[in-house]
Protein backbone atom coordinates (compact mmCIF):
# COMPACT_ATOMS: atom_id res chain seq x y z
CA UNK A 1 0.00 0.00 0.00
CA UNK A 2 2.81 2.65 0.69
CA UNK A 3 4.07 1.99 -2.91
CA UNK A 4 0.95 2.68 -4.08
CA UNK A 5 0.05 5.39 -1.89
CA UNK A 6 3.47 7.14 -3.22
CA UNK A 7 2.52 6.25 -6.94
CA UNK A 8 -0.81 8.03 -6.53
CA UNK A 9 0.67 10.67 -4.99
CA UNK A 10 2.74 11.50 -7.38
CA UNK A 11 0.34 10.64 -10.63
CA UNK A 12 -1.72 13.41 -8.46
CA UNK A 13 1.17 16.42 -7.95
CA UNK A 14 2.67 15.80 -11.78
CA UNK A 15 -0.76 16.05 -13.32
CA UNK A 16 -0.63 19.68 -12.12
CA UNK A 17 2.88 20.56 -13.07
CA UNK A 18 2.90 23.92 -15.28
CA UNK A 19 4.90 24.34 -18.66
CA UNK A 20 6.68 21.69 -19.63
CA UNK A 21 4.28 18.68 -18.84
CA UNK A 22 1.49 20.43 -19.89
CA UNK A 23 3.27 21.64 -23.90
CA UNK A 24 4.86 18.44 -24.09
CA UNK A 25 2.32 17.02 -26.83
CA UNK A 26 2.40 20.12 -28.68
CA UNK A 27 6.10 20.31 -28.44
CA UNK A 28 6.70 17.21 -29.87
CA UNK A 29 4.11 17.59 -32.96
CA UNK A 30 6.08 20.87 -33.77
CA UNK A 31 9.22 18.93 -33.99
CA UNK A 32 7.35 16.20 -35.76
CA UNK A 33 6.46 18.52 -38.27
CA UNK A 34 9.69 19.83 -38.36
CA UNK A 35 11.23 16.26 -38.90
CA UNK A 36 13.27 16.17 -35.70
CA UNK A 37 12.09 13.15 -34.78
CA UNK A 38 14.35 12.18 -31.89
CA UNK A 39 13.29 15.00 -30.01
CA UNK A 40 9.39 14.80 -31.17
CA UNK A 41 9.98 11.18 -29.48
CA UNK A 42 11.41 12.48 -26.52
CA UNK A 43 8.47 14.93 -25.93
CA UNK A 44 6.35 11.98 -26.68
CA UNK A 45 7.58 10.12 -23.98
CA UNK A 46 7.12 12.98 -21.82
CA UNK A 47 3.31 13.36 -22.46
CA UNK A 48 3.08 9.60 -22.34
CA UNK A 49 4.39 9.75 -18.81
CA UNK A 50 1.69 11.83 -17.39
CA UNK A 51 -1.45 10.73 -19.62
CA UNK A 52 -1.91 8.01 -20.94
CA UNK A 53 -3.85 9.24 -24.64
CA UNK A 54 0.36 10.34 -25.28
CA UNK A 55 0.23 7.26 -26.82
CA UNK A 56 -1.99 7.95 -29.83
CA UNK A 57 0.96 10.51 -30.50
CA UNK A 58 3.16 7.85 -31.68
CA UNK A 59 0.57 8.10 -34.94
CA UNK A 60 2.58 11.15 -36.19
CA UNK A 61 5.77 9.71 -36.05
CA UNK A 62 4.74 6.80 -38.36
CA UNK A 63 2.84 8.99 -40.25
CA UNK A 64 6.12 11.61 -41.29
CA UNK A 65 8.42 8.63 -41.47
CA UNK A 66 6.00 5.99 -43.77
CA UNK A 67 2.90 6.99 -44.33
CA UNK A 68 3.98 10.70 -45.67
CA UNK A 69 6.77 9.34 -47.78
CA UNK A 70 4.03 6.49 -49.18
CA UNK A 71 1.83 9.43 -50.40
CA UNK A 72 4.57 11.03 -52.25
CA UNK A 73 5.06 7.96 -53.92
CA UNK A 74 8.80 8.36 -52.37
CA UNK A 75 10.83 5.02 -52.26
CA UNK A 76 10.04 3.34 -48.22
CA UNK A 77 12.95 1.83 -47.07
CA UNK A 78 13.14 -0.83 -44.56
CA UNK A 79 15.14 1.36 -41.94
CA UNK A 80 12.85 4.19 -42.09
CA UNK A 81 9.95 1.56 -41.36
CA UNK A 82 11.76 0.13 -38.43
CA UNK A 83 13.10 3.16 -37.06
CA UNK A 84 9.29 4.48 -37.44
CA UNK A 85 8.38 1.30 -34.82
CA UNK A 86 11.35 1.39 -32.31
CA UNK A 87 10.16 5.62 -32.21
CA UNK A 88 6.92 4.56 -31.74
CA UNK A 89 7.09 1.91 -28.88
CA UNK A 90 9.76 4.72 -27.14
CA UNK A 91 6.51 6.88 -27.08
CA UNK A 92 4.24 3.83 -25.56
CA UNK A 93 7.18 2.76 -22.71
CA UNK A 94 5.63 5.04 -19.87
CA UNK A 95 2.73 3.45 -20.23
CA UNK A 96 3.61 -0.35 -20.85
CA UNK A 97 6.29 0.61 -17.75
CA UNK A 98 3.38 1.95 -15.32
CA UNK A 99 1.38 -1.44 -16.33
CA UNK A 100 4.24 -3.41 -15.74
CA UNK A 101 4.84 -2.60 -12.27
CA UNK A 102 1.44 -2.19 -11.18
CA UNK A 103 1.24 -6.22 -12.59
CA UNK A 104 4.76 -7.22 -10.77
CA UNK A 105 3.47 -5.30 -7.57
CA UNK A 106 0.27 -7.06 -7.38
CA UNK A 107 -0.24 -9.88 -9.74
CA UNK A 108 2.44 -12.00 -8.15
CA UNK A 109 1.07 -12.61 -4.91
CA UNK A 110 -1.44 -15.67 -3.90
CA UNK A 111 -4.80 -13.92 -4.10
CA UNK A 112 -4.18 -12.33 -7.46
CA UNK A 113 -6.67 -9.51 -8.78
CA UNK A 114 -9.61 -10.62 -11.61
CA UNK A 115 -7.82 -8.07 -13.90
CA UNK A 116 -4.33 -10.03 -13.78
CA UNK A 117 -5.91 -12.71 -15.89
CA UNK A 118 -7.18 -10.41 -18.70
CA UNK A 119 -4.95 -10.34 -21.69
CA UNK A 120 -3.37 -7.80 -21.79
CA UNK A 121 -3.65 -7.56 -17.69
CA UNK A 122 -3.54 -3.65 -17.66
CA UNK A 123 -4.39 -1.78 -14.53
CA UNK A 124 -5.21 1.01 -16.49
CA UNK A 125 -8.49 -0.23 -18.04
CA UNK A 126 -9.05 -1.94 -14.54
CA UNK A 127 -8.96 1.20 -12.18
CA UNK A 128 -10.57 3.36 -15.25
CA UNK A 129 -13.50 0.54 -15.25
CA UNK A 130 -13.98 0.20 -11.36
CA UNK A 131 -13.33 3.79 -10.26
CA UNK A 132 -14.50 5.70 -13.33
CA UNK A 133 -17.60 3.29 -14.50
CA UNK A 134 -15.03 3.68 -18.20
CA UNK A 135 -16.03 1.23 -20.78
CA UNK A 136 -17.36 0.79 -24.14
CA UNK A 137 -21.17 2.66 -24.29
CA UNK A 138 -20.74 2.44 -20.67
CA UNK A 139 -21.48 6.44 -20.07
CA UNK A 140 -24.61 6.14 -22.67
CA UNK A 141 -27.29 6.51 -19.98
CA UNK A 142 -29.62 8.93 -19.36
CA UNK A 143 -28.43 10.77 -16.37
CA UNK A 144 -25.25 11.59 -18.62
CA UNK A 145 -27.43 12.76 -21.47
CA UNK A 146 -26.39 16.63 -20.38
CA UNK A 147 -22.82 15.82 -20.48
CA UNK A 148 -23.18 14.72 -23.88
CA UNK A 149 -25.19 18.12 -24.63
CA UNK A 150 -22.50 20.05 -23.65
CA UNK A 151 -19.55 18.23 -25.22
CA UNK A 152 -21.66 18.20 -28.67
CA UNK A 153 -20.23 21.57 -30.12
CA UNK A 154 -16.62 20.98 -30.26
CA UNK A 155 -16.90 17.04 -31.10
CA UNK A 156 -19.49 17.71 -34.15
CA UNK A 157 -17.05 20.53 -35.20
CA UNK A 158 -13.50 17.85 -35.04
CA UNK A 159 -15.68 15.64 -36.45
CA UNK A 160 -16.97 17.31 -39.25
CA UNK A 161 -13.62 18.91 -40.02
CA UNK A 162 -12.06 15.93 -40.19
CA UNK A 163 -13.85 13.62 -42.08
CA UNK A 164 -14.13 16.56 -44.67
CA UNK A 165 -10.27 16.77 -44.80
CA UNK A 166 -9.72 13.30 -45.18
CA UNK A 167 -12.05 12.74 -47.76
CA UNK A 168 -11.22 15.50 -50.01
CA UNK A 169 -7.48 14.32 -49.61
CA UNK A 170 -8.35 10.74 -50.29
CA UNK A 171 -9.62 11.90 -53.42
CA UNK A 172 -6.84 13.77 -54.32
CA UNK A 173 -4.43 11.07 -53.65
CA UNK A 174 -6.49 8.66 -55.88
CA UNK A 175 -6.52 11.11 -58.67
CA UNK A 176 -2.99 11.54 -58.09
CA UNK A 177 -2.24 8.11 -58.61
CA UNK A 178 -4.55 8.11 -61.81
CA UNK A 179 -2.63 10.55 -63.06
CA UNK A 180 -5.50 13.61 -62.96
CA UNK A 181 -5.02 16.66 -62.06
CA UNK A 182 -6.32 17.85 -58.34
CA UNK A 183 -7.27 21.59 -58.66
CA UNK A 184 -10.17 20.78 -56.34
CA UNK A 185 -7.49 19.46 -54.20
CA UNK A 186 -5.16 22.76 -54.25
CA UNK A 187 -7.65 25.18 -54.16
CA UNK A 188 -8.76 23.98 -50.90
CA UNK A 189 -7.47 25.62 -48.13
CA UNK A 190 -7.33 23.28 -45.57
CA UNK A 191 -6.58 20.09 -48.29
CA UNK A 192 -2.61 19.97 -47.49
CA UNK A 193 -1.90 16.44 -46.33
CA UNK A 194 0.43 17.99 -43.33
CA UNK A 195 -2.55 18.25 -41.41
CA UNK A 196 -4.14 15.27 -42.16
CA UNK A 197 -2.21 13.00 -39.28
CA UNK A 198 -3.78 15.97 -36.40
CA UNK A 199 -6.92 15.65 -37.73
CA UNK A 200 -6.59 11.80 -37.28
CA UNK A 201 -5.48 11.85 -34.32
CA UNK A 202 -8.63 14.38 -33.34
CA UNK A 203 -10.59 12.01 -34.72
CA UNK A 204 -9.01 8.98 -33.01
CA UNK A 205 -9.75 11.59 -29.23
CA UNK A 206 -13.54 12.07 -30.79
CA UNK A 207 -13.77 8.35 -31.00
CA UNK A 208 -12.28 7.09 -27.78
CA UNK A 209 -14.20 10.22 -25.60
CA UNK A 210 -17.54 9.29 -27.74
CA UNK A 211 -17.98 5.62 -26.84
CA UNK A 212 -15.39 4.52 -24.07
CA UNK A 213 -14.72 7.74 -21.67
CA UNK A 214 -16.00 10.72 -20.32
CA UNK A 215 -17.18 12.67 -23.11
CA UNK A 216 -17.36 15.92 -21.64
CA UNK A 217 -13.71 15.62 -21.44
CA UNK A 218 -13.24 17.20 -24.73
CA UNK A 219 -13.98 20.34 -23.41
CA UNK A 220 -10.28 20.13 -21.64
CA UNK A 221 -8.77 18.08 -24.61
CA UNK A 222 -9.97 19.89 -27.25
CA UNK A 223 -8.29 23.29 -26.65
CA UNK A 224 -4.58 21.76 -26.64
CA UNK A 225 -5.62 20.18 -30.02
CA UNK A 226 -4.59 22.26 -33.23
CA UNK A 227 -7.32 21.02 -35.20
CA UNK A 228 -10.07 22.82 -33.37
CA UNK A 229 -8.53 26.09 -34.21
CA UNK A 230 -8.13 24.70 -38.05
CA UNK A 231 -11.50 23.75 -38.22
CA UNK A 232 -12.97 27.19 -36.46
CA UNK A 233 -10.74 28.67 -39.54
CA UNK A 234 -12.55 26.24 -41.94
CA UNK A 235 -15.74 27.32 -40.78
CA UNK A 236 -14.64 31.23 -41.47
CA UNK A 237 -12.92 30.57 -44.62
CA UNK A 238 -15.81 28.81 -46.18
CA UNK A 239 -18.46 31.68 -44.72
CA UNK A 240 -20.60 29.07 -43.00
CA UNK A 241 -23.01 31.01 -40.81
CA UNK A 242 -21.96 28.32 -37.85
CA UNK A 243 -18.56 30.17 -37.39
CA UNK A 244 -20.48 33.26 -35.64
CA UNK A 245 -22.22 30.84 -33.51
CA UNK A 246 -19.29 29.46 -32.26
CA UNK A 247 -17.51 32.38 -30.94
CA UNK A 248 -20.99 33.58 -29.25
CA UNK A 249 -20.78 29.69 -27.77
CA UNK A 250 -17.15 29.93 -26.98
CA UNK A 251 -17.67 33.01 -25.13
CA UNK A 252 -20.83 31.96 -23.15
CA UNK A 253 -19.90 28.65 -22.58
CA UNK A 254 -16.15 29.85 -21.15
CA UNK A 255 -18.21 32.35 -18.88
CA UNK A 256 -20.23 29.82 -17.48
CA UNK A 257 -17.29 26.68 -16.99
CA UNK A 258 -15.51 29.20 -14.61
CA UNK A 259 -18.68 28.81 -12.15
CA UNK A 260 -18.52 24.70 -13.07
CA UNK A 261 -14.70 24.41 -12.36
CA UNK A 262 -15.12 26.35 -9.50
CA UNK A 263 -18.06 24.07 -8.15
CA UNK A 264 -15.67 20.99 -9.22
CA UNK A 265 -18.96 20.55 -11.73
CA UNK A 266 -18.33 18.61 -15.40
CA UNK A 267 -16.16 19.52 -16.99
CA UNK A 268 -13.84 19.58 -14.36
Avoid at 65 to 94: E, G, N, T
Avoid at 112 to 139: E, M, N
Amino acid sequence: MQNLSSHIFHTEVMSYLPFPPRISHLSGMFYAAQHHWIRATLCFVLATFFRSNGVLLAGHLVWGLVVQPFIDRKQLSFFKMAYSIVLSACAAAPFIYHNYKAYRLFCNTPNKPQWCYRIPPSIYTHVQAKYWDVGFLRYWTPAQIPNFVIAAPPLVLLIAFSAQHIKTCFLGFRTRFNGVKETDREENLFATPSITPYLIHSLAMCITLIFFSHTQIVLRLAAALPALYWAVGWLFVCGSPWAKIWVWWSVLWGLISLGLWTAFLPPA
